[in-house]
């Protein structure tokens, strides 16, 4: 995010964590793509100790107190390092929200609180083996059965599953809902209590980050545990969704921003033709239009952030557009950018003496994971389409509708 777009407090973290970023040592991402580390705390204990995790959290809770703006701009610096380490880096935001909107003191005490600092790593389960688009159609079920709940079904692709001390969960706690949205309830679920974790997938990219299958079978749920009102999962849910979304944005913007740079090095140091390939046209034209992509995704982020400040941090119509757009454009950029880094470095992009074929692996995910940008239109779409209808006549824009020079022809305007 451009610094001139920042306040001084907000460049000041964002360069203490480009600090800590640059620390980390590169055989800890060796050692993740090759999954010879599967979940690696000591990089969420590094964060914690620095002060640097859930910084938008307030600082009773153990956050910073900042914004959404400065969030964004810190996790584009971490994106540098990898969908895997940003999402474990995000979790505590992501989780968070849900605990800090929606949970009780009790459980801000014992859970939003250890997780800001470090001492509790937590994980989200959405997704179904069913599916994870179609998120109402949880089949994954809660009953209450006394002062508890009885956890059964699965949960997939969660990140974390083999290294998170808790889970917040959804299920199904009204399955006979006449409005799916008011069928679901979120939980949090120690693992302790007979979560079971399984790590079935080999992933193409975005490895080292714990992902795995939660299996419940009658496992019991304290009923301090649910988190907000009995079937208030979907409200939760949508909240969840702005942070769940925004960082992978921003994370995009961060891993693709890094690989572009690799690019752009090689391309003033490789020769052909007697010329560094930077001189040719076809090479740099790629540079222009992966820096404007990324600028660009970076500008919506940076509006959708303000956007979502501005909103005391609660979702709305326009903060779901403008989060939606921002994940679907930023995460197509970087695929787009990482692409063009790729064909910049020729044959040796496509071999491991390079990051840039890990990072095109790491960011096939991201138009997938946290809502596929096919379910991003949808919402971008859906929302827009809500405005249309709700502007107010007296804000409404020129109607240009009227300016065409047949705009009389009324007999001609025939829409069924
Ligand atoms: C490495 C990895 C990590 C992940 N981490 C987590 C995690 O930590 N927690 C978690 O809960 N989930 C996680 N996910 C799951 C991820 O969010 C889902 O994979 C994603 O939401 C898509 O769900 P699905 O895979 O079931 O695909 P499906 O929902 O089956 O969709 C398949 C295809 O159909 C399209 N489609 C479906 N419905 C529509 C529609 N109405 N209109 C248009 N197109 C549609 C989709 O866009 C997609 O292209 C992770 C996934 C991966 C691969």
Not at 110 to 127: Q, V, W
Not at 190 to 198: D, F, I, M, Q, R
């Amino acid at each position: 995010m451009l610094d001139v777009l920042l306040t001084e407090e907000e460049r000041e973290i964002k360069y203490k964590v480009r600090k800590a970023i640059k620390a980390i040592p590169p055989s800890m991402l060796r050692k993740m793509d090759r999954e010879e580390i599967q979940y690696p705390t000591e990089f969420i204990e590094n964060m914690a100790k620095q002060s640097l995790l859930g910084i938008r959290f307030p600082a009773d809770l153990g956050g910073s107190n900042l914004n959404w703006v400065a969030e964004s701009a810190v996790i584009e610096e971490v994106g540098a390092l990898g969908p895997a380490l940003g999402c474990l880096y995000s979790l505590p935001s992501i989780v968070g929200e849900a605990i800090h909107h929606f949970g009780t003191s009790e459980q801000k005490e014992k859970y939003l609180k250890p997780i800001l600092r470090g001492k509790l790593y937590c994980a989200e389960a959405l997704t179904e083996p069913r599916g994870g688009s179609d998120f109402f159609g949880a089949t994954c079920m809660a009953e209450k059965q006394g002062d508890m709940f009885l956890l059964n079904g699965q949960k997939r692709f969660v990140v974390g599953a083999e290294g998170a001390d808790i889970f917040l969960v959804y299920a199904k706690t009204n399955p006979k809902a006449s409005d799916p949205r008011k069928s679901i309830s979120t939980f949090i679920m120690e693992k302790g209590l007979g979560v079971e974790t399984k790590h079935v997938y080999g992933l193409m990219g975005s490895r080292g980050g714990g992902t795995g299958r939660l299996l419940f079978k009658d496992v019991e749920v304290p009923e301090e545990n649910l988190i907000g009102d009995l079937n208030q999962g979907g409200e939760i849910f949508n909240q969840m969704m702005i942070p769940e979304r925004m960082t992978s944005a921003a994370g995009a913007i961060g891993a693709a921003r890094a690989g572009l740079q690799v690019a752009g090095k090689y391309s003033t140091r490789r020769k052909a033709f007697g010329r560094p390939i930077r001189k040719f046209q076809a090479v740099s034209f790629k540079i222009s239009e992966s820096l404007t992509l990324l600028d660009a995704a970076s500008g919506l982020l940076f509006s959708a952030s303000c956007t979502i400040d501005k909103n005391n941090g609660l979702t709305n119509g326009l903060v779901r557009r403008l989060v939606s757009e921002s994940k679907k454009f930023a995460t197509d950029s970087a695929w787009e950018v990482i692409n063009h880094a790729m064909q910049i470095l020729g044959g040796i992009g496509y071999t491991n003496v390079y990051p840039i074929e890990r990072l095109l692996r790491d960011i096939r995910l991201l138009s997938i994971w946290t809502g596929t940008n096919e379910i991003m239109s949808l919402l971008i779409q859906h929302e827009y389409f809500n405005e249309l209808n709700s502007i107010d006549p007296s804000f409404e824009p020129r109607d240009v509708e009227k300016d065409a020079i047949g705009a009389e022809y009324s007999d001609e305007k025939v829409y069924e």
